[in-house]
């Protein structure tokens, strides 16, 4: 017989279209790259990218090439762009999945230009300039002569000029400005060199909610599809969480003031209290760091995780619930009646960002569509 899962995560898909439909909203017309790495953000990629090419969405980003292929196989036949570009040994890959790199290497341009030169065809690229990321990308230094060898790789289309910003999640911050500046001067040189790129890109999801870039025609969100926060500022948005994680009580039980709780005795009950047993912990992509911090929904009701988390057990301090019994759902993530758990607000109180605690959490679990 197969075993229920103990913990599972319900991936709500019309919460998911409503963002994306919100995210056109702002897009004002551009066209949207819906980010589906690591496996959507927890989500799965394969029906959140099934779901928004339903919705309109033109072109898909990934990180690697594996992520690219079960895409391909689901029959997602929109362009798909690899951010972290391609590895010595996939080149044949990107081409027989039809494939586009973002491209900030120039001996990987050769060795594609090569085998598009084989197969007859004009192998799409996107050119990653880093404008002040400080990360990947050619820096602007070096784009006169990038742009001259490019120009000699006739098998390549330039299809694309990307950058990428630092501090879009800091409203007010002007580096963006800067950063768009410094990126407009990228496009006028490969401009002047002969290329017109089909798209140009710099958005995340934090920058297409509160930047306007009038040289840009396509916009990258992510997280924000899947109803996180892109930034501390951000928390008017109408933004629809996505995935709940559930849960529930495996056993109940009443001890005395003065008991100590889990591993290390982390926490002493400091009067008679009930203890819930759940069985979800660090193994199942629960942080140990949520122990004596986090909360749970029961009920509709925030509770408290006491004493330490647990490779498969979580504790809840449920005392003032007293109609809790076994079995009840608890949520540990999204939205339980009218009661939210909002990723950003947990992520916070363990030092991290929800993008974190959605990549952990959806990839350790059971995962169930609804919508
Ligand atoms: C992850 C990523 C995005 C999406 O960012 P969000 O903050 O999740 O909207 C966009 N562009 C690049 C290059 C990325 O790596």
Redesign the pocket.
């Known amino acids: 017989m197969d075993s229920l899962p103990a913990t599972r995560i319900e991936i709500d898909l019309d919460a998911l279209r409503h963002n994306f439909r919100l995210a056109g909203e702002y897009a004002a017309g551009r066209d949207l790259l819906a ?1 589906v ?1 690591a496996d959507a953000y927890g989500h799965g990629a394969v029906r959140a990218a099934q779901t928004l090419a339903g919705e309109g969405a033109e072109l898909f ?1 990934v990180a690697h090439l594996g992520e690219a292929a079960p895409l391909r196989q689901a029959g997602i036949d929109r362009p798909i762009l690899l ?1 972290c570009g391609v590895r010595p040994g996939e080149e044949d890959q990107v081409l027989k999945l039809r494939l586009t790199p973002m491209l900030f290497d120039l001996g990987l341009a050769e060795r594609l230009d090569g085998l598009a030169a084989n197969a007859g065809i004009r192998q799409p690229v996107h050119l990653k300039i880093d404008t002040g990321m400080g990360r990947v990308g050619f820096r602007p230094e070096e784009l006169p002569e990038v742009l001259e060898r490019l120009r000699q790789l006739s098998h390549l289309e330039l299809e694309g000029v ?1 950058s ?1 910003l630092a501090l879009a999640d800091e409203r007010d911050n002007p580096f963006s400005e800067e950063q768009y500046a410094c990126f407009r001067a990228c496009l006028r040189q490969v401009r002047e060199a002969g290329f017109s790129p089909r798209w140009v890109h710099l958005s ?3 920058a297409l909610y509160s930047r306007d870039f009038p040289e840009c025609n396509l916009s ?5 599809l899947y109803g996180g926060l ?1 930034g501390p500022g951000f928390a008017d948005l109408d933004l629809r969480p996505v995935m709940h994680v559930r849960s529930s009580i495996a056993q109940l039980k009443q001890v005395p003031a003065g008991t100590g709780v889990s591993y290390g005795h982390r926490f002493t009950t400091g009067r008679p209290t009930r203890l819930a047993a759940v069985p979800v912990g660090y193994a199942d992509g629960y942080s140990r760091r949520f122990s004596n911090c986090g909360e749970v929904l029961i009920r509709g009701c925030r509770m408290p995780v006491v004493g330490t988390v647990c490779m498969n057990w979580t504790l809840v301090d449920v005392t003032d619930l007293p109609e809790v019994a076994v079995g009840d759902r608890v949520t540990f993530l999204g939205r339980d009646g009218d009661a939210l758990l909002r990723g950003s607000d947990l992520a916070a109180k363990i030092g991290t960002i929800d ?1 974190e605690l959605y990549c952990s959490l959806g990839s350790h679990n059971e995962r169930v569509y609804e919508g």
């Not at 990258?220 to 924000?224: E, F, K, T």
């Open positions: 980010v790495k980003g951010f990307v990428h995340n999801s934090a990258r969100p992510g997280i924000s892109p993008y």
